[in-house]
């Protein structure tokens, strides 16, 4: 915590007791965010910073079915705890305890420590009372409000414009892990899959796909774009999950390459060689911020791009400011004016970074 005089701190955060985890000694220690690849992916740093602060502890990290994909990427993760955990559900059955299998599971793991990561946006509270069940005797997390003994190092929260990232960092910061620096990283299998089309070609990636459609840049603008590129004389992938193929065909068009059902894996080396990628506020974005790829990105006003922005890679971020944001809206009631953005100023947003990556003019 930050050296405050008592009296403008609140209880919780100095109660008897209260002091830095010893986590040089610990054996287990347990990572909580099960939220999308992205959320994951920004990760990274905190895994980066507990290695250094616990070289011996085992660290683990309790992750959706949707984001555990992204945590092979990380090579400090060395297990994964896949669970839907009921504060991310919108129905439960009344009556039902749909945390119970979790809860036997993470008892039986017998961590030292639970750190539960959250956006500004989201409580620590519910996962604090699993890991409390569980038996796990330190607890830490962040929140503007007061949650009671359920944390057992509870942090006030940082400003909410604060980048997700430093947001993470600084909890660690607070309860005595150094950063040991905020840049995303991700590990490339080392037998990942490229498709041959791609192989030795100069190419971009364009990826329309994102989780709700209020984060979707129309698809015939992603389609324009693939046709500038492709007279740029680049190669263009097409990227999306096989329940996206048809978006994928319809952007793709006759001069695309549509590529759906990608690994994560294999989609990170496809990414790593691209010379420019193009798409939404999605976790394609985080995971090229992660392997160093270029990116434009496409910000719908769902969120605030101050947290989100990549910071690792070149990148441009292209949004319109309205009122309405952030409004994290799964389908947009308005016509989308925070996406109000032409080809044309996407294309030239793509030449920029492949420019001053290549030192060399772009048509």
Known sequence: MPDLPADLRHPAAHRPGYGDPEWSSMRRILVVRPDNVGDVLM????????????????????????????????PE??????????????????????????????????????????????????????????????????????????????????????????????????????SQGHTLHARVPLDAHVPAALDLARYAVVAPGASCPSRR??????????????????????????????????????????????????????LTDAEVVVANNSGGVHLADAVGAPVVELFAGTETVDQYRPRSTRAEVLTRPVSCSPCRQLVCPFDQECLAIGPDEVLAASRRLRRVGMDVDVA
Do not use: N
């Open 217 to 270: 840049w129309p698809p015939e603008r992603f389609a324009a774009v693939v046709r500038g590129l492709a007279e740029d004389g680049l190669t263009v992938a097409v990227t999306g999950t096989e329940r996206e193929a048809e978006l994928v065909a319809a952007v793709a068009g006759d001069v695309g390459l549509p590529v759906t059902g990608l690994e994560l894996g294999d989609l990170a080396a496809v």
């Open 43 to 74: 990760t990274g740093p905190v895994f980066r910073a507990l290695r250094a602060a616990a070289p011996h502890a085992s660290l683990d990290l309790l992750a959706s079915p949707g984001g555990a994909a992204a945590a092979a990427l990380l």
């Open 77 to 178: 993760v060395d297990d994964v705890v896949t669970a839907s955990v009921s504060w991310q559900q919108l129905d439960l059955v009344p009556g039902a305890d749909p945390d119970a299998d979790l809860v036997a599971e993470l008892t039986a793991r017998d961590h030292d420590a639970a750190i539960v990561l959250t956006s500004f946006s989201q409580s620590p509270w519910p996962a604090a009372e699993l890991a409390r069940r569980a038996g796990i005797g330190v607890r830490v997390g962040t929140s503007k409000e007061f949650g009671g003994a359920l944390l057992t190092h509870w942090v006030p929260a940082p400003p909410d414009e604060v980048h997700q990232v430093d947001r993470m960092l600084g909890l660690l910061a607070a309860v005595g892990v150094p």
